[in-house]
Structure formats: C-alpha cells, structure tokens
C-alpha cells in the first residue's frame, strides 16, 4: 500500500502563484509515475502533468509552459509549481502514484486551489 499526502493548495490572484506537494510513504519502492490530476466542479478528473521515476514528464496542453513537475525520489515528494495561475485552474487537484507490477493507481485526499479573477 501506498499514501499519498498532499499539501499547498490554497486561493490565489489571477496570475499568481502555487507550488503544491505531495510526500508518499509505505510501499514506495514500488512505484514509478506520480503525478497530478485536477477535477473542477461538474468535470470528469483530468491530467495535469505526470512525471516517471526517471524524470520524464508530459503536461496537459492547457498547463505547458505554466506549471512544472519535479520529483525528489530521495523525499518520495512530488511538487507541481504553477505559475501564471487562471481562474478555470481552479479546482480540487490530486495527487497519483502508479504501481506497475500491479497496474494499481492511488490517490491523495485532494487539495483545494482557487483562483480568483
């Protein structure tokens, strides 16, 4: 088993800035991608931005060249910074980890990060 532990999320001015985290902890040697996913009230979840053991990354195209993933395997953290922040960013963002051997997904409580216009 994996938990997820998110933190950073919070109300910010159209433009601003948010840097959201996320620390696993149990069975952590087992998993390879972790990322970000974002539900907006009455949308389906979506990807964010997901980043592999190795450091690969892919970003949805309405976040490139706004937000960053980054990932401390030493901390088994993962960091989303988000930059030049809209209002239709808002929404509850999740943390994910992937479990290969097991094709088993798992998931962060949510943080709530909202942006004002």
């Known amino acids: 088993q994996v938990q997820l532990v998110e933190s950073g999320g919070g109300l910010v001015q159209a433009g601003g800035s948010l840097r959201l985290s996320c620390t696993a902890s149990?069975?952590?040697?087992?998993?390879?991608?972790m990322g970000w996913y974002r539900q907006a009230p009455g949308k389906q979840r979506e990807l964010v931005a997901v980043i592999a053991r190795g450091g690969s990354t892919n970003y949805a195209d309405s976040v490139k060249g706004r937000f960053t993933i980054s990932r401390d395997n030493a901390k088994s953290t993962v960091y989303l910074q988000m930059n030049s922040l809209k209002p239709e960013d808002t929404a509850v963002y999740y943390c994910?980890?992937?479990?290969?051997?097991?094709?088993?997904?798992?998931w962060g409580q949510g943080t709530q990060v909202t942006v004002s216009s």
């Open positions: 149990g069975s952590i040697f087992s998993v390879d991608a």
């Open positions: 994910n980890a992937f479990e290969p051997y097991y094709l088993k997904n798992y």
